[in-house]
Structure formats: structure tokens, C-alpha cells
């Protein structure tokens, strides 16, 4: 399902995904290119959380920008497809040939971010609007770093994230997005 359809349809699995909801809805009625960067108090994002075949492992970038290891995804760029950019994105930043999607959205997050540089411009502090999905790939898959975004791929053990996520208050997104993928797994066994 595309556009803000699927996140009217989205149901909430805790508060903070009902104040995400309830925002991302305010801001889409108020703001026609909520899908692109343009709108500059906030807009839509897409991220791919990569797990290994056995559920144990995610696959996260070191993000050149906020010096961290990281989930992979982007701005939306006015493409209203959420899986669509999930993927892209994916395969773009981990040069992965192939991922298997094993969750509808499983997280719906309004995010921070600071005032950055970004390609040599100043970037204002905002919002992304952040859909979520998880996709599988293996971990003897060849994988390739994206040097404009990223300088080093690593599959992180679940219970190590703390130790190579240095933005605090993504851990808790992790984390929650873990519980998800560990209760999922269990009914796709």
C-alpha cells in the first residue's frame, strides 16, 4: 500500500507509535510535498532493517554524517511507495543483490534530526516521518560500502547494538524494532 493510505491503515503498537501516527497525519494534510525534501520542517523516510537468516544479526552502515553505525534508508524524493525506497535504499548502501522482505511496516517513527552539513551544505534541523520494514539477506552475501553515505558495513549481533550505535536516542528505535523482529521470527517458525 502507498502513500498516507497506509499509514491511516497502520495500527500503532505502542504511544509513541500513535503520537508518530497522529503527527506524519497532521503534517500530510498541511503539507502537499510532505514525500520530498522540500517540505523543510519534515518529511517522509524509508528504512530497511537487515537482519540475518537466523534473526540473531542486523546489517548496519557507518553513517559518514552522524558518525554512527545505522539502519540503511532515505528520503522519500517524492516517491509515495514506502516498500519501494525501503528496498532501494537496502541495495544502494549495502550493495546487496537481493533482500527478502519479511514484515509489512513494523515501525512508524517521527524522528529527529540535527542542523548538519550535508555534500558540503548546510542542512536545518527537522523531522523525518519514518516508515520501516525488515528484510532478510544472508550474511555470506557480498556486500560493498556506498562512499558518499557510508565508509563500513557490519552485521551487529542484537545484543551489541549499544556498543556501535553512538546516536542515543536511535538505540530505543533499535531496540524496539529488535523485540518486533524476535516475536515475528517466532511466528515464521
Known amino acids: ?3 498516507i493510505q497506509a499509514i491511516e491503515q497502520y495500527i500503532p503498537q505502542d504511544h509513541e ?3 508518530a501516527k497522529n503527527i506524519i497525519l497532521t503534517m500530510a494534510k498541511q503539507h502537499e510535498n510532505i514525500f520530498t525534501r522540500e517540505c523543510l ?3 517522509m523516510t524509508s528504512t530497511g532493517f537487515v537482519v540475518n537468516e537466523s534473526h ?3 546489517l548496519m552502515a557507518f553513517h559518514n554524517i552522524y558518525q554512527s553505525y545505522s539502519w540503511t534508508g532515505g528520503h522519500n524524493d517524492g516517491d509515495e511507495d514506502w516498500y519501494h525506497v525501503a528496498e532501494k535504499e537496502v541495495l544502494e548502501e549495502t550493495g546487496l543483490s537481493s533482500v527478502k522482505c519479511i514484515s509489512p511496516i513494523i515501525s512508524l517513527d517521527d524522528l529527529p534530526v540535527n ?3 550535508k555534500r558540503g551544505l548546510p542542512v536545518q534541523a527537522h523531522r ?3 516508515v520501516t520494514y525488515v528484510f532478510e539477506a544472508s550474511e555470506d552475501a557480498p556486500i560493498c ?3 558518499d553515505e557510508n565508509s563500513a558495513l557490519k552485521w551487529i549481533p542484537f545484543d551489541e547494538i549499544e556498543q556501535w550505535v553512538s546516536e542515543k536516542e536511535m538505540i530505543q528505535v533499535y531496540k524496539k524494532i529488535i523485540e518486533r523482529v524476535k516475536k515475528l521470527s517466532l511466528s515464521l517458525h
Open 41 to 43: 520542517e519534515g518529511h
Open 128 to 130: 523525518h516521518y519514518n
Open 1 to 3: 500500500m502507498k502513500g
Open 145 to 147: 560500502i556506498k562512499e
Open 17 to 19: 507509535e500513535e503520537k
Open 56 to 58: 540473531d544479526k542486523v
Open 115 to 117: 542542523a548538519h552539513i
